[in-house]
């Protein structure tokens, strides 16, 4: 074993730090090197906005100077963090009135609201640090990406901090290295599904209207999606399991168990067909749950075993079969994992590791791999800041132009459920799904609410 000896140089060769997502941009507009990085943060509690925003305003040249959510409580116990920071409800105002004041954005809020809130903050010449998945609808992708492309000087980052762990910096050294040989398949085991109650989650049970809860901006959270009544387990934090709001534990987990996958291969670019298959029939209100869905990439790449790879989902419990998987009897390193076949062995992955190398029915601990470097620690969150700063860092892995990819591959599994069993050739370049009429129309794009609309962003 040799974990220590070589460097990620000698083990990937000069692609490994563009693999690693470290292109390296300039800094933009009022962001300089040593200078402060000030942040909006919008969507400042919820299920990861206090994380967010507590994490990057300890970065010693960072400081938090705006809080936006339509949630009165939350913003008054955010405010309490930081007193001297500006305040208000709606995102639109915030960067209206307070433009001058932040060079970047924290957006975490549901992820209906996510294209509209990042396109206005590319648009306004401000760094983004989004949360995952980055878009809700499928058009949201083009729309999104385009603005990206649009603004390259501006440092973007998606909320997959799970790239910090060690396993998974190796899983993405030991694919891109091509040691287990051609790849065959790739199978990715969701966990819970979209109904599955709790904290995050709603039981799939369709109450009767509310209020919305007092101090809480139902019409702001809404943002562009239609309007309909507020009811149990849905603005607060259940929303993931709504159809118009989230995307169910697929989309939410896809850029977590996914982005070493796209990382390594770039043949990945979008997949061509889907197929969901699920018992869940109405999903006018809520994702389907017990999904098993199957994603067809086209590779054309010595790297792969065949002409296409298929990528497998499965959530609520559902596992591929060891058998199929070629590993041996044993127990998985998590109920959460994902997996990659290959022509000379299987590597099993769970979120924040272990990671698993099986070849001939054994298994090797994919740490002690020979030839791996050594993975020093960082931070996540503030190889964002230290990049918007300007600051040379090899860290900051998931730029959005990286985790669209992830995010498409999360949204297709969820939303070909409307049509279970049936499959549907996606072509990304046309947004349709060009043997399904009806599926273009359904479950492509929404009609915005009028002020809502994401921003189509011009370069500058």
């Known amino acids: 074993m040799h974990k220590h000896t070589i460097t990620r140089r000698d083990f990937l060769g000069t692609t490994a730090a563009l693999g690693a997502g ?18 909006l943060s919008i969507g400042v509690i919820g299920t990861i906005g206090g994380s967010d925003r507590k994490i ?27 007193p001297d920071a500006f305040t208000c409800a709606d995102y ?37 640090y989004g949360q995952k998945p980055l878009v809700q609808q499928l058009e949201e992708l083009t729309i999104l990406d385009n603005a990206v492309k649009a603004k390259p000087k501006l440092v973007t980052q998606t909320g997959a901090q799970r790239i910090e762990s060690a396993d998974r910096r190796a899983a993405y050294d030991i694919l891109k290295s091509g040691v287990l040989g051609r790849v065959i398949e790739m199978h990715v085991s969701f966990g819970n599904g979209a109904l599955a109650g709790g904290y995050y989650f ?11 809860p007092e101090g809480f901006d139902y019409d702001l959270w809404l943002n562009g999606a239609e309007h309909e009544p507020c009811r149990p387990q849905m603005v607060q ?37 889907v197929c969901t298959r699920t018992p869940t029939r109405d999903v006018s209100h809520f994702h389907a749950d017990r999904v098993s869905s199957t994603l067809t990439y086209e590779v054309n790449s010595d790297r792969f075993a065949n002409s296409t790879c298929n990528m497998y989902f499965y959530d609520t419990g559902l596992k591929p079969d060891r058998a199929q998987l070629r590993i041996g009897e044993g127990d998985w390193p998590d109920q959460i994992f994902t997996a990659v076949v290959c022509e000379g062995g299987t590597l099993v992955l769970a979120p924040s590791g272990p990671i698993e190398v099986w070849r001939e029915g054994k298994m090797t601990p994919g740490l002690e791999m020979p030839g791996l470097p050594s993975y020093e620690k960082f931070n996540h969150w503030h190889a964002w800041v230290d990049k918007a700063l300007g600051k040379d860092t090899p860290h900051l892995w998931a730029p959005f132009a990286k985790c669209i990819r992830c995010t498409e591959a999360g949204l297709l599994a969820v939303k070909a459920a409307k049509y279970p069993g049936q499959v549907l050739d996606w072509d990304r370049k046309s947004l349709a799904f060009t043997n399904h009429d009806e599926a273009t129309r359904t479950i492509v794009r929404r009609a915005y609410r009028k002020g809502f609309e994401p921003v189509v962003v011009s370069g500058s």
Request: hydrophobic share 40%; with cysteine.
């Open 92 to 128: 639109r105002e915030a960067f209206d009135k307070y433009g001058d004041r932040f060079d970047g954005v924290i957006v975490s809020t549901p992820d209906h609201s996510h294209c509209a809130i990042m396109t206005m903050a590319l648009a306004r010449n401000k760094h983004v």
């Open 202 to 212: 709603a039981d799939g049970t369709l109450g009767d209207p509310i209020e919305p």
């Open 22 to 39: 470290a292109v390296m941009f300039p800094a933009f507009g009022r962001t300089r090197r040593d200078t402060t990085l000030r942040v």
């Open 56 to 82: 990057i305003g300890e970065h010693p040249d960072a400081e938090i100077v705006g809080l936006c959510d339509v949630d009165a409580r939350a913003l008054a116990e955010a405010g309490q963090d930081h």
């Open 237 to 273: 934090r259940q929303w993931r399991s709504w159809w118009h709001y989230g995307g169910g534990q697929i989309a939410d987990w896809v850029v977590h168990l996914t982005d070493v996958l796209f990382y390594a291969f770039p043949e990945l670019t979008s997949p061509t067909q």
